[in-house]
């Protein structure tokens, strides 16, 4: 998928477009631009900003809720979270960027199955600004994908689950950072993405400590996810290049459009908006009382 991703986030750059993309696939999800960069990515086969900052516990539940009804009709809930000192600038912008590379990273790894651009400024809760360059978000994709794919024993991270190995530690050897946190959730139920979403860190970064983990005898693999064909008759159709221009305004296409996935909308009444989960959607409330801090666990190599 990297290679038709590409292409339509270097056409969206060139037309310095600001809209969404709707991406439908495996896992699908929505880019955010900003005159033609990426200033936020909506996927359900990654933790947003907002999940990683609630599941690490690096923002507490009350602050984070405190926060956002603060900015019910404003939307600036990442300022108001720097106004109420619930976490540092540079920290919430290193957060953000981490949270769009892994997204991307998701994307690339994943199934495009059509797409369709939307011009037209496009709300979203945690945006990165300035943001991000969609040529530098591809570069790390391609990257992290070159990384995994050169392991011993090569992971899918939303495939394989994995299982800590029966008998506890090996011996002489010594548990690193995050070990314990992966070993606790790590049930033969869980994929590598299942994990992220849990303990609030990256897809990539969860990944690949994953396989440091099977490699030192601690995890082994449990039985595959799988994921089935959508149905036929409601594939999307198969999107190209005019439809960027089409949305620029630069040439018609009278095709049928695609599907629309489902798009997050802040509500007018201040209530917390609906926020999607890899079960779909459900309420921000239910989700606040959901994502209860718990063990941080420390990314040791979001890069790779």
């Known amino acids: ?77 990442g300022a108001e979270l720097v106004r109420r000192e619930l976490i540092g600038a540079g920290a919430l912008e290193a957060l953000l960027k981490t949270a769009l590379a892994d997204a991307m990273f998701v994307l690339a790894a994943g199934e495009l199955a059509g797409y369709e651009v939307d011009k037209g400024a496009a709300e979203c809760l ?33 495939r394989d689950r994995w299982a800590s190995v029966r008998g506890g530690t090996p011996a002489g050897l010594e548990l690193g950072s995050g070990q314990e946190t992966v070993l606790a ?15 609030g860190r990256g897809v990539y970064a969860v990944t690949l400590q994953l396989a440091r983990m099977h490699a030192d005898g601690l995890l082994v693999p449990a039985a595959r996810r799988v994921v089935p064909a ?5 594939a999307p159709r198969q999107a190209g290049p005019d439809d960027i221009k089409d949305a ?5 296409d009278t095709s049928e459009p695609a599907p ?26 239910a989700l606040l009382r959901l994502l209860r801090p718990g063990t941080a666990a420390t990314d040791d190599d979001e890069t790779g």
């Open 230 to 234: 959508p149905p036929s008759d409601s």
């Open 126 to 158: 945690l945006p990165l600004d300035p943001a991000a360059d969609s040529a530098w978000l591809l570069a790390e994709a391609s990257r992290r994908l070159t990384v995994l794919a050169s392991l011993p024993t090569p992971i899918e991270h939303d």
């Open 1 to 77: 998928m990297l290679n038709r991703l590409s292409q339509v986030l270097t056409e969206c750059a060139g037309d310095r477009l600001t809209g969404v993309i709707r991406i439908a696939g495996e896992p699908g999800g929505t880019v955010y631009l900003a005159d033609g960069a990426v200033a936020a990515i909506d996927t359900p086969g990654a933790p947003g900003p907002e999940v990683l900052l609630l599941r690490s516990g690096r923002v507490p539940e009350a602050g984070w809720s405190a926060a956002f009804a603060a900015t019910a009709t404003t939307g600036e809930v």
């Open 185 to 199: 959730v790590a049930n033969g139920r869980r994929t590598a993405r299942d994990m992220a979403f849990v303990l």
């Open 248 to 252: 620029a305004g630069k040439s018609a």
């Open 260 to 285: 629309s996935l489902p798009r997050r909308r802040r509500g007018g009444s201040g209530q917390p908006r609906r926020t999607r989960s890899a079960g779909g959607p459900i309420d921000r409330a």
